[in-house]
């Protein structure tokens, strides 16, 4: 709650400021720690209503936390190409992504992928 009171920072000198943030942040995380606290209380409260073990609720964390991991951690490999230009072999398509101009070329001129799968 903030008051209509206004403190005029500028009347304090560089010593008081410093004192007074330390004040403001030992405060912080007095009620931080507070909030916290009536937190788990919830938590342990809720847990208990419905059963809940303290080792079920925590292996809840650890599944999604490991779930989040994985996802993170995996990464592609390169993917062998799919299909090959008839009329340059050099061109090739894994299949992924957007089509090359050459397999849109050969789409509209009738083609059919299968035509060029390797």
């Known amino acids: 709650m903030v008051s209509n009171t206004s403190i005029r920072l500028s009347a304090f000198n560089l010593k008081e400021l410093e004192s007074l943030q330390k004040k403001i942040q030992n405060e912080i995380k007095k009620r931080r ?35 989040v991991k994985s996802k993170s951690r995996t990464k592609r490999g390169p993917v062998p190409p799919k299909y090959r230009d008839p009329s340059n072999s050099a061109n090739t398509w894994t299949g992924r992504g957007r089509q090359p101009k050459w397999v849109e070329a050969f789409l509209s001129s009738g083609g059919r992928l299968d035509q060029i799968t390797i």
Do not use: D
Not at 57 to 67: G, Q, T
């Open 33 to 67: 720690s507070k909030t916290q606290e009536e937190g788990l209380k919830k938590i342990k409260l809720i847990a208990a209503e419905y059963g809940l073990s303290a080792s079920e609720l925590k292996s809840l964390s650890v599944v999604k936390a490991r779930k």
